[in-house]
């Protein structure tokens, strides 16, 4: 086992140009993070603490003023952009708050499209790995279903899958439960624990729910631009 940790912020300093030429909104500063392989971290904080960007600089979807982001010890700020959407791509699976699941395609289809990205066709053993996961989720009768007939936990779970379907080291997820019901979120955050524990897919979710905060090892919390441990 490498004692690299899979994810990392070093020194981080984020900030957002102000609207009319004013001093710049710093959202994170000097934040650090660590993250090992199969491991589960949750991040709580505030509306507008800045949780939402840290999870766009850990899937290297932006970057940071100061300071480095880390996969596997190696500095997304020195990757060629082929490279870095490549990282994007295998490496990260992003579950956002809304599934954002495409409403003409079927469920299937929906969760094949990160699979499609890099090649256009899709190996059969990626079809037959999306039915296991459909499988695995309680949707295997759903595959040729469109989204627009599933309720709001079976959409999540379809997002969930699609974030699985390359395999991806590391899964993001931003609010995974924030649209749902007790009864789906109870069930998305069970989901989401029992992958963690399964596969050793690393997990680092944002949440409001303490139900899901529960089901992470280690629990950290934003505030004033940097993450604390948190109970
Ligand atoms: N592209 C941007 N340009 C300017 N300001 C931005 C941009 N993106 C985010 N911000 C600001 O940065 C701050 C942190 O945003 P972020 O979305 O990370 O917060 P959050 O903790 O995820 O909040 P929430 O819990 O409401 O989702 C907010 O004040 C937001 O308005
Ligand atoms: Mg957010």
Do not use: W
Request: overall charge neutral; glycine content about 10%.
């Amino acid at each position: 086992m490498s004692a690299v940790p899979l994810l990392e912020l070093e020194s981080v300093t984020k900030a957002y140009p102000a609207a009319a030429g004013g001093t710049p909104l710093v959202i994170l500063k000097d934040a650090s993070l660590s993250v090992a392989r199969a491991e589960s971290v949750a991040i709580v904080g505030p509306s507008g603490s800045g949780k939402s960007t840290i999870l766009n600089l850990l899937g290297g979807l932006d970057r940071p003023e100061a300071g480095r982001v880390l996969f596997e010890g190696r500095d997304l700020g020195t990757l060629s952009e082929p490279n870095l959407a490549r990282f994007r791509n295998r490496s990260v699976g992003l579950v956002f708050q809304q599934h954002h699941l495409l409403p003409h395609a079927t469920v299937l289809e929906n969760v094949l499209i990160p699979a499609l990205a890099e090649g256009g066709t899709v190996a059969d053993a990626v079809v037959q790995r999306a039915r296991q996961l459909l499988d695995r989720v309680g949707l295997s009768l759903r595959s040729d279903q469109l989204p627009g007939r599933l309720s709001g936990g079976e959409r999540q779970r379809v997002a969930l899958v699609r974030a699985l379907i390359n395999e991806p080291a590391v899964v993001l997820a931003d609010e995974p439960t924030g649209a749902l019901d007790h009864t789906n979120a109870t069930e998305v955050a069970r989901l989401l624990g029992d992958l963690n524990r399964e596969t050793g897919v690393t997990l680092v979710v944002v949440t409001h729910s303490a139900e899901l905060a529960a089901q992470c090892r280690r629990r950290l919390e934003l505030r004033d631009g940097r993450l604390f441990a948190s109970a």
